[in-house]
């Protein structure tokens, strides 16, 4: 059974892995180009040394010239990574959806049925090794990626945004792994490769919305305040995520709705007593918020698993 997995699927995986030697080819030589202009312009030395707070009376303490510098040398953005969000989902379209459709769709599993093999052993070792394999080929892509845009993320204190979460660490692993069992199950139910693919498309954009919304509510957000007229200021380039801001004066009243307010003392424009308040999700549960949002994936594809084998056993002539 196991040979006959790898003979059926074998073609999925030798094209998977050209595709991720192309992407390598691509993501390496600019990766490499960025961390040059990253360390030479000095914005990586300039980064480990910042605080918690930055003092705007001090030479260059918030790494502007810096930031300018690699900036000037490497003009890239995050334009690249939109393309990266979508490749969890080829995994899943063209990994999860044909594995049962396929088999039914042309009545193959039939064959392997009366030979011997059990439904259950069918169901789990398809579903092991293709599923093994897609997790391995999202491990490297997710590692490919992490590294690729770790400088451009961290010089725009953008590790919390949403193009940027979505391809780094170990989330896009549990993306990748929630559309293959997806497109397992949808498979068990349509029983045709193309309805399946439609379905797995339209659940992963519907779990990935619904996750994204949920997102700023994984952990209480955390309240900072600060005073308008001061001379030091919480550091912008720590990557924390900001979920809302305003200004208020000393009655508690909101002067500055979805803003803050910097002033060098003396400074007439502003009550000495009006202050901002952040609500915000430190940078620190970056790799926190990574755990958890990979783990409501894995939960969820081992479910879609359990009921696609419950599907095959029960459910499939």
């Not at 030395?45 to 010239?65: F, P, S």
């Not at 979460?165 to 989330?171: E, K, L, N, S």
């Not at 139910?189 to 919305?209: D, E, H, I, N, S």
């Amino acid at each position: 059974m196991t040979w006959l997995t790898w003979r059926q699927h074998r073609k999925q995986f030798l094209f998977a892995i050209i595709g991720l030697a192309v992407l390598a080819a691509v993501l390496v030589p600019t990766g490499r180009s960025q961390y040059r202009a990253f360390d030479g312009s000095g914005l990586a030395a300039c980064l480990r040394t910042m605080g918690e707070t930055i003092d705007y009376r001090l030479a260059d303490t918030d790494c502007h010239e810096p930031l300018e510098r690699f900036s000037a040398e490497y003009s890239g953005d995050f334009a690249p990574a939109v393309l990266l969000i979508f490749l969890p989902l080829l995994v899943g379209l063209f990994f999860g959806a044909p594995m049962v459709a396929r088999e039914v769709e042309r009545g193959t599993h039939r064959l392997v049925w009366t030979q011997g093999t059990t439904r259950l052993r069918w169901a789990v070792t398809k579903f092991g090794l293709v599923g093994a394999g897609a997790l391995l080929l999202a491990a490297a892509y997710a590692a490919l990626a992490s590294w690729w845009l770790y400088p451009i993320a961290v010089a725009h204190a953008g590790r919390f945004d949403y193009l940027a979460f979505d391809v780094q660490g170990i989330a896009p692993v549990g993306y990748t792994v929630f559309t293959v069992a997806l497109g397992t199950f949808a498979g068990t139910v349509w029983q045709k490769v193309l309805p399946a693919m439609a379905l797995t498309l339209v659940g992963f954009v519907g779990a990935r919305v619904a996750v994204e919304l949920a997102r700023p509510n994984f952990l209480p957000p955390v309240e900072r305040r600060f005073p308008v007229v001061a001379y030091t200021f919480p550091n912008p380039m720590l990557s924390d995520w900001i979920l809302d801001r305003n200004v208020y004066d000393a009655s508690g009243q909101v002067i500055v709705p979805g803003g803050d307010v910097f002033c060098d003392p003396p400074c007439p424009e502003y009550d000495p007593a009006a202050y901002n308040v952040h609500l915000y999700q430190p940078a620190g549960r970056f790799w926190l918020f990574q755990f958890i949002e990979a783990g409501l994936f894995v939960a969820l594809a081992a479910s879609l698993l359990a009921l696609a084998v419950y599907r095959v056993r029960r459910r499939i002539a």
